[in-house]
Structure formats: C-alpha cells, structure tokens
C-alpha cells in the first residue's frame, strides 16, 4: 500500500542551524502539507501546497520557514534558522484530487539545542 | 475560524468493553468532513474513521463508530470490543468542503489506555 515517507525520523541540531525535513507523497496525490506537533499538545497546520505553489499558510509559518517540491516527487520543509520552540514532531501529509483522507507520515522528531 | 473541543484529556477503559471519546466543533459551514485519528506511542498519525456532514448515516468501521449529532455540532467516537493495542491518543479532526487544498483542524486529544 502507499505511503508518505519521511527522512530522517529524528534530527537534532544546534540552535541557528538550518534544517531540511524531507517528505515523499503519495505519487498521485496533489495537496501536501506540514504540521507540526510540539510534545504533548495538538497537531497544528503549517503550510499546504498545491500546483507548485503555497496554498495556505498558518501564522507559525513565518519568513524562517520555506517549502519546496524540487522534481515532482520530493516535498521538503526548510527551516532557516532554528530557534529552541521549534523543537517538535512535524508531520507531512498528501491528499488525493477528489477526496478529502490526507494521510500522513510517520513523521520527524525535531530537537533543537 | 473552525475550533474543534475535546474534553477529555485523558480516558481509561477494560480491555472488552466500550468506551466513547467526545468531539464538538464550532464552524458557520454546512458542507464538511469530520475525522478521528489515532496516534500510538510510535506517535504516527492513523485514520481511524472519516464522516461527511451531508450523510446522515453513521460511520462504522469494524469495531469503530461515531455518533454524529449535525445540529448539536457533535462527533463522538465509539470503541467496541476495546483491545489493548487501542491504547493511543485519539484527535477529532475538522475539514471544510470548498475543494482545493483545505487543511484539517485538529482537537487538543484524548489519550485512551486500555487496561487488561
């Protein structure tokens, strides 16, 4: 069965470090998002992104962070400068065309120091 | 904006029995879905079950069924026959109908353990 993969599964980094957490979709998808989960609260929105470009983006998804889809497979989430509070799990999701499941990876445990 | 409430930050159940998790959400559409996802210890995100807001009728899947009151704003979920690898967090989840890439909403959760 399909699934979103997304590497790595854990990073750790030093604070003001850049960082790129990697997503692969679901191949026919055409939604993607990210989501972030800080530990023990609620899965919150980022950033949805259709036909190239942001469709939606939350009031967390400030100038440090960007998305790419660079060759049609890959969906990343780039964080420039990270900062302690962005410590968290974050979560890439796709969406078919004509459905509305958004199905999700296993996500990427983000520890900034 | 779309709010989604869980009250019930923690909920414990006997292996067997059935529990029910509650969700109400606050939202001027009518056209909607309305999901649960499960999120064990691996803290992966699993869809457990999804309803839309112009059926009537009640999703089921196996041992999992909502209660779903459109008038009252309410989406409860109810475990049958609770197994102990049911123990998990449990998210309500919100997504308006409007086509394109519509985000969900999510509830703050209800961590349910299932005790042997």
């Known amino acids: 069965e399909p699934e979103v993969t997304q590497t790595p599964s854990h990073q750790v980094t030093q604070m003001g470090q850049e960082v790129i957490l990697r997503c692969v979709p679901i191949s026919n998808h055409l939604y993607f998002y990210w989501y972030r989960q800080i530990l023990g609260q609620k899965v919150e929105f980022l950033v949805s992104?259709?036909?190239?470009?942001?469709?939606?983006k939350s009031e967390i998804f400030d100038d440090q962070f960007s998305v790419e889809r660079p060759d049609g497979s890959n969906f990343t989430l780039k964080i420039r400068s990270t900062k302690l509070e962005d410590s968290a799990m974050y979560f890439c999701?796709?969406?078919?065309?004509?459905?509305?499941?958004?199905?999700f990876g296993q996500g990427t445990r983000l520890t900034v120091v | 904006a779309q709010t989604v409430t869980q009250s019930q930050p923690e909920m414990s159940v006997q292996e067997a029995e059935t529990v029910t998790l509650s969700c109400t959400y606050d939202t001027s559409e009518n056209n909607y879905y309305l999901f649960w996802y499960k999120q064990p210890p691996s803290r992966q995100m699993i869809l457990v079950i999804r309803?839309?807001?112009?059926?009537?009728q009640n999703a089921t899947e196996n041992r999992f069924s909502v209660n779903f009151q459109k008038a009252a704003k309410s989406f409860s979920l109810k475990i049958s026959d609770s197994q102990l690898g049911d123990t998990a967090m449990y998210f309500c989840a919100f997504m308006r109908h409007q086509g394109g890439s519509e985000k969900l909403v999510f509830g703050k959760g209800t961590k349910l353990t299932v005790n042997p």
């Open positions: 309803q839309e807001a112009y059926k009537q």
């Open positions: 999701a796709s969406r078919p065309g004509g459905a509305y499941e958004a199905f």
């Open positions: 992104f259709y036909n190239n470009e942001i469709s939606e």
